[in-house]
């Protein structure tokens, strides 16, 4: 028996059958548009655009209540199909594991299921549904918040050097934009060698896109970067970049 804490357990340990229950799951596809145009990263096919779709999964519970996550990376086949089914009858408390009033894991039943990351996504809409039957925010779920709030960041800034076969300046115009629209916090995609710029020109691009960016935006600018696995295999030009970047404060 637990000492000093609560003991750990399954919601439905604690009389979850009279709780509510998945009734109803429902798969919308939307249309979604950018605020600016968005070139490719370094795994897509090709730039994205700036308008396209999203598909959205709203889950009803027995008693009305509406949950609401988007389709994750993977799109939704039959196998995930499958497990949505499963969900059918199920309450969305019962699936995590409860130390007081908080969130301490995944009930085991359900454990490898939503660690899968094809159905990961859909903890998503069981958080948002947890929240509004506990009548708390999503976080607070988690434990009591450790900041007043974060800062949002733009993260459009991908490849539109080489979707508009332009230098990597084309990168500091849209760094620009993003500052004069208000944001501190950017996140710049990398990673071209892998499809888009081969070997160690690729590399170079990328470096070259980072300083764009800086001096463009400017010092007072918190400059993120995310290669999207764009150097696998070649450890050597991750640890390049980071060092030809460091004066630029990439953080």
Request: glycine residues 10%.
């Amino acid at each position: 028996m637990a000492t000093g804490a609560a003991a750990v357990r399954p919601l439905s340990a604690l009389g979850a059958s009279t709780a509510p229950v998945i009734s109803k799951i429902t798969i919308l596809q939307v249309p979604e548009e950018f605020f600016r145009p968005v070139a490719q990263n370094a795994y897509t096919p090709g730039p994205v655009s700036k308008s396209g779709h999203i598909r959205l999964v709203r889950v009803f519970l027995s008693d009305g209540t509406m949950g609401l996550a988007g389709e994750g990376y993977a799109p939704i086949r039959d196998p995930e199909m499958s497990f949505l089914k499963q969900m059918i009858g199920v309450s969305p408390e019962s699936v995590f594991l409860w130390q007081g009033d908080r969130i301490k894991g995944h009930a085991a039943e359900y454990a490898a299921r939503l660690k899968d990351e094809n159905n990961c996504w859909f903890e998503l809409a069981l958080l948002d549904l947890v929240g509004k039957l506990r009548q708390k925010p999503t976080f607070m779920l988690f434990g009591l918040a450790s900041r007043v709030g974060i800062e949002a960041y733009d993260g459009f800034l991908y490849f539109v050097d080489v979707a508009s076969g332009r230098g990597a300046e084309a990168v500091g115009e849209v760094a620009k934009a993003t500052r004069g629209d208000g944001y501190r916090r950017l996140k710049i995609k990398v990673g071209r060698p892998w499809k888009w710029i081969a070997g160690e020109p690729g590399v170079v691009r990328d470096i070259e896109a980072v300083i764009a960016a800086r001096e463009s935006a400017g010092r007072n600018m918190n400059l993120m970067a995310d290669a999207n696995n764009g150097y696998q295999d070649h450890h050597d030009w991750p640890v390049r970049f980071l060092k030809e970047c460091s004066p630029y404060g990439l953080n």
